[in-house]
């Protein structure tokens, strides 16, 4: 089975700084998705960026941005300019390709951002 | 265009009842999957239904089960409540057509808040 792991549970930044959330996975699938969703708190998740498994460039949605490594099976997410709204819980989720909406989620890394 | 809904926001039960759950996917959505959150296990994936049939299911013992309708909208049902049951439910709908090249992003409502007393 597919594993998606965020081995840092809490993350802080200062704001207008740039952090870099981790994320690894593990498959032996090829075509796949990955992605960030934020939740903040007591409200719903949202997609913050994906990235397909096919494309070599990595995704980027205005002040955030992807490093992803498929050989390492590794997928960080980079907020820079990081302001106060971006403090949330963080979730990297993996989807494989091809087999409907099933989706990985890591457990997921509490991101404060100190004014 | 309306997002994804869910009913009740809370509820409060106790072990041994059953519970039923409602999601109303966003319109055009044709894919409703539901996950069990909780503090320590993160999103778990517990089934995801596709026009009416169950397309997806994940590692949940056979108290929990779910159904869609033939408007998208769709029910979790759980029985014989336990103390661990007590999470947020949260559902996501995905417009899925079926390409192999869509991302299959998904829309994630409030959830439902679930405790078992």
């Known amino acids: 089975a597919q594993t998606v792991t965020q081995s840092q549970p809490e993350m802080s930044v200062q704001e207008a700084e740039t952090v870099t959330l981790s994320c690894t996975y593990d498959?032996?699938?090829?075509?796949?998705?990955l992605f960030w969703y934020k939740q903040p708190p007591s409200r719903q998740m949202i997609l913050v960026i994906r990235?397909?498994?096919?494309?070599?460039q990595n995704a980027t949605e205005n002040r955030f941005s992807v490093n992803f490594q498929k050989a390492a099976k590794s997928f960080s997410l980079k907020i820079s300019d990081s302001q106060l709204g971006d403090a949330a819980m963080y979730f990297c989720a993996y989807r494989q390709a091809n087999t409907g909406n099933q989706f990985y989620f890591g457990t997921g890394t509490s991101l404060t951002v100190i004014p | 265009k309306a997002g994804v809904t869910q009913t009740p926001r809370y509820l409060i039960k106790t072990r041994g009842q059953q519970v039923t759950l409602s999601c109303s996917p966003i319109s055009g959505h044709r894919s409703v999957s539901w996950y069990q959150q909780t503090p320590g296990q993160g999103l778990q994936f517990l089934f995801e239904y596709f026009s009416e049939t169950q397309r997806n299911k994940g590692n949940f013992p056979g108290r929990f089960s779910g159904r869609q309708f033939s408007n998208s909208r769709s029910e979790m049902n759980v029985s014989t409540l336990e103390l661990g049951d007590s999470a947020l439910y949260l559902c996501?709908?995905?417009?899925?057509?079926?390409?192999?090249?869509?991302?299959?992003?998904?829309?994630f409502g409030p959830g439902t808040r679930l405790t078992v007393l």
């Open positions: 996501a709908s995905s417009l899925s057509i079926g390409s192999a090249t869509f991302d299959g992003e998904q829309f």
């Open positions: 498959t032996s699938e090829s075509d796949y998705y």
């Open positions: 990235q397909e498994a096919y494309k070599q």
